[in-house]
């Protein structure tokens, strides 16, 4: 019987919490496109986890033993967020993209650019009507069926109820498992067709942003 707790997020889940997001993120996000240049993929994981712990105010990984298998990152409007003192120094990170080769800083600039300016684009005048938002919830392939997930998600909307929040959302795209998100009462509000240009293909997916009221 798989021996599975879950418990706060500290310092020493960082590069599990790297290696969930690219594992769930990695074919969506181009990410495969740097596996020969470990370095460069490090750095950009390295930026990509910060853009989701620096907002969040609540954060659980679920354990099997001793690995991490999953984790649920969260905000809600008004409160501290909770991780900024694992924020390293951005500068060695900043200085291995910018050395990195054209076609790979182009493609990282054209994966930023598009993803936010789709974001902005669904979120535009909508935004405002959200106490909080679901920031990540990831599960490790090997640990699917466990119904982990969903009590990663039971632990996010405690927290939220905690915090009087009313309604909630989060973005997701069409690589995701968004069928979870469908069995467990977030309702999709809107969606939008990214397109990527990137150096050697074009790549194209949906974007979606559920909401989730309690």
């Known amino acids: 019987m798989n021996d599975i707790t879950i418990r706060n997020i500290e310092g020493k889940d960082l590069p599990a ?10 074919e969506g ?21 910060s853009i989701f712990l620096s907002p969040s105010t609540f954060g659980r990984v679920a354990m099997i033993g001793n690995e991490v298998v999953g984790a649920v990152l969260c905000s809600v409007g008004g409160e501290t967020a909770q991780f900024r003192m694992f924020h390293k120094d951005i500068a060695p990170n900043t200085l291995t993209l910018l050395t ?20 902005g684009q669904l979120l535009e005048n909508r ?8 920031e ?12 982990i997930g ?5 632990e996010a909307a405690d927290y939220f109820k905690s915090k009087n929040a009313k309604a909630i959302y989060l973005i997701a795209d069409s690589t995701c498992n968004i069928g979870f998100y469908d069995n467990n009462g ?8 990214a397109v990527y240009n ?9 974007v979606f942003v559920y909401e989730y009221k309690f």
């Open 29 to 49: 996000w181009n990410l495969s496109r740097f596996d020969k240049n470990k370095d460069f993929l490090q750095a950009l994981l390295e930026v990509y986890l």
């Open 150 to 154: 969903k009590a990663l998600w039971d």
């Open 100 to 119: 990195a080769a054209e076609d790979e800083r182009m493609d990282v600039a054209e994966h930023m650019s598009v993803s936010f300016q789709t974001i």
């Open 136 to 147: 990540l919830l990831v599960v490790t392939e090997q640990a699917q069926g466990l119904k």
């Open 198 to 206: 990137y150096t050697t293909e074009q790549k194209k997916t949906n």
């Open 186 to 193: 977030f309702i999709g509000a809107d969606t939008k067709e």
């Open 127 to 134: 935004a405002d009507t959200y106490d909080g938002s679901l």
């Open 17 to 26: 919490l790297k290696s969930l997001i690219a594992e769930a993120f990695g």
